[in-house]
């Protein structure tokens, strides 16, 4: 090691916080293999030997939106070849197919519908929770959360509370991309800023609700707004914890508005997970998302520092309409396989991490 990476492996080794300055120095360092061994200490001071999984069914109720993000590869408008919007009783039919799999969440994410009222998703949240009370419900991202509260004339905190009284148990991370609303105007000017995004999550933690958080990257930011996005983070964690799991999400740019840009590397998306364990000291768990990442790719990232797997998904379409490569859904024997053969031990889990079974 040089020595300003062992300034920042001491730091880690004694349990004291990273700088905006350690996080740009790892960035700029091409001693992955180093970053990687301080990410994987922290991983095993917080989940030992450990990798967690779960099995969940995600469901995307619309496609219609009025967003339009240049990232974003799901999204149409009504008018287009291929819009859609599921009925109640045809989320729900989508929803109980995969409940006989011993699925434990209910992962519902969409679009900005202007269709849609606060009221459709009661209804599909509180039939679910009814009709299968041992499932959990982690529904809509805190966009979608905005969005709802402005056309109800309600606060952030009325529509969570709603939300929670119908079966809402957690909020996915899903709208962070990048909290700088300079980055925002330029790829999503027509959803939630920064401190909206903030303000969901900070309220639904103060009311008991927990949550994840992301990053979407490779795209149009610097290793400066990435650092300054992760402390963001950290700090709304200090203030008002309720961060289960950081997701960073490399950024894939086919059918999007930012075809033009590079997919990024295997070094870029590693080195990012391992930035995020030794940057995020206050959020016990970083996913490697194996939809976006690629299997091989998630399963090498349990080396840099990630402990969580993320899920079954049964059928994700977000992620693939934008030219994710991977299958939609994964059966749960391929992900204890993927974790044995890393050398870990697979912990299923529910949605809030309470461990379910040890494989």
């Not at 679910?128 to 606060?155: G, R």
């Not at 590693?270 to 016990?284: G, H, P, Q, V, Y």
């Amino acid at each position: 090691m040089d020595k300003k990476m062992r300034e920042i492996a001491d730091k880690v080794r004694n349990g004291v916080r990273l700088s905006k300055e350690d996080g740009l120095y790892l960035y700029s360092s091409n001693d992955l293999l180093t970053i990687g061994m301080l990410a994987r200490e922290k991983k095993k001071e917080a989940s030992n030997d450990y990798i967690f999984f779960n099995v969940n069914r995600h469901i995307n109720l619309t496609n219609i939106c009025i967003s339009r993000c240049k990232f974003c590869a799901f999204g149409v408008d009504e008018n287009s070849p291929k819009p859609y919007t599921m009925t109640s009783d045809e989320a729900f039919a989508y929803a109980s197919k995969a409940v006989d799999q011993g699925i434990t969440e209910f992962h519902i994410v969409s679009a900005l519908n202007p269709r849609l009222t606060l009221d459709y998703y009661v209804e599909i949240i509180k039939r679910l929770k009814t009709t299968y009370p041992h499932i959990i419900i982690q529904a809509l991202t805190a966009v979608e959360i905005v969005y709802l509260a402005q056309i109800s004339n309600l606060s952030i905190k009325e529509v969570l509370l709603i939300l929670k009284e119908a079966g809402l148990e957690a909020i996915p991370g899903g709208g962070a991309e990048i909290l700088d609303d300079r980055i925002r105007k330029e790829l999503c000017p027509r959803k939630a800023n920064s401190e909206e995004w903030l303000e969901v999550h900070r309220t639904a933690h103060e009311l008991g609700i927990k949550t994840n958080c992301t990053m979407l990257f490779g795209h149009i930011e610097s290793y400066e707004d990435r650092i300054n996005h992760l402390i963001t983070l950290r700090r709304l964690q200090d203030e008002a914890p309720g961060f289960k799991a950081f997701i960073p999400l490399p950024f894939l740019p086919e059918n999007t508005g930012l075809s033009n840009l590079k997919k990024t590397s295997a070094v870029d998306e590693l080195k990012t997970i391992a930035i995020s364990r030794l940057m995020l000291d206050n959020i016990e768990h970083i996913k490697a998302f194996w939809v976006m990442l690629g299997i091989p790719i998630a399963q090498i990232a349990l080396q840099f520092g990630a402990d969580d797997l993320d899920g079954t998904i049964v059928e994700e379409r977000i992620m693939h309409a934008a030219g994710a490569k991977t299958d939609k859904g994964i059966a749960k024997e391929t992900i204890i396989n993927l974790i044995k053969e890393a050398g870990y031990v697979p912990a299923e889990r529910d949605t809030l991490y309470n461990i379910l079974k040890i494989y």
